[in-house]
T-cell receptor
Framework: AQSVAQPEDQVNVAEGNPLTVKCTYS??????LFWYVQYPNRGLQFLLK??????LVKGSYGFEAEFNKSQTSFHLKKPSALVSDSALYFC?????????????FGAGTRLFVKA | DTEVTQTPKHLVMGMTNKKSLKCEQH?????MYWYKQKAKKPPELMFV???????INESVPSRFSPECPNSSLLNLHLHALQPEDSALYLC??????????????FGPGTRLTVT
């Protein structure tokens, strides 16, 4: 079965420091991986995705993610955190077992950036 | 226009009421989704429409009835809901189902409270 795991419920980081939000995946076949962010009382916003090619994917708002096949990970990173980055982050994988019709979301990681 | 709109933003309804949620997109997307999201949890897929036809129903109770009147509109009709149905209901769209792993564009959601 396709799945993603976000091992941390919460990540705390000081403004200006680098941040990492972790995600590991378990898929059969090629993984199609996504990161979404959700601000309070809002819908999800797409940040970036990995389909194939370069293992370092750059996305919106200065975020990037590194695909690591040997470690089955797709961690989200940002070199310098902003207070406004505080939000709920979801890693997701497209479920090829349903012809790609479904997206499976991780449990989410809450990021707190302290000024 | 890369926006998905949802109305109303908030809805309070009694268990005997009938109400509808509305979702609209003008991006030419042919796949549309309804999700239910409880606080601090990932979105749970309810329904998927592809080219105005229902493709996936995730065993959702019949008190939720989806409708896709045209390629831009998606409705969710609600009847005889239970208090546990209180949640944020998110609509999303993507260019198509399957094939290219498209990201989803989410609306801001409707916050539903069932009393």
């Amino acid at each position: 079965a396709q799945s993603v795991a976000q091992p941390e419920d919460q990540v705390n980081v000081a403004e200006g420091n680098p941040l990492t939000v972790k995600c590991t995946y378990s898929v059969s076949g090629n993984p199609y991986l996504f990161w979404y962010v959700q601000y309070p009382n809002r819908g999800l916003q797409f940040l970036l995705k990995y389909i194939t090619g370069d293992n370092l994917v750059k996305g919106s708002y200065g975020f990037e993610a590194e695909f690591n096949k040997s470690q089955t990970s797709f961690h989200l990173k940002k070199p310098s955190a902003l207070v406004s980055d505080s939000a709920l982050y979801f890693c997701a994988v497209r479920d090829i077992n349903t012809g790609g019709f479904k997206t499976i979301f991780g449990a989410g990681t809450r990021l707190f950036v302290k000024a | 226009d890369t926006e998905v709109t949802q109305t109303p933003k908030h809805l309070v309804m009694g268990m005997t009421n009938k109400k509808s949620l509305k979702c609209e997109q003008h991006m030419g997307h042919r796949a549309m989704y309804w999700y239910k999201q409880k606080a601090k949890k990932p979105p749970e897929l309810m329904f998927v429409y592809s080219y105005e036809k229902l493709s996936i129903n995730e065993s959702v109770p019949s008190r939720f009835s989806p409708e896709c009147p045209n390629s831009s509109l998606l409705n969710l009709h609600l009847h005889a809901l239970q208090p546990e149905d209180s949640a944020l209901y998110l609509c999303a769209s993507s260019p198509r189902l399957g094939g290219e792993p498209y990201e989803q564009y989410f609306g801001p959601g409707t916050r539903l409270t069932v009393t």
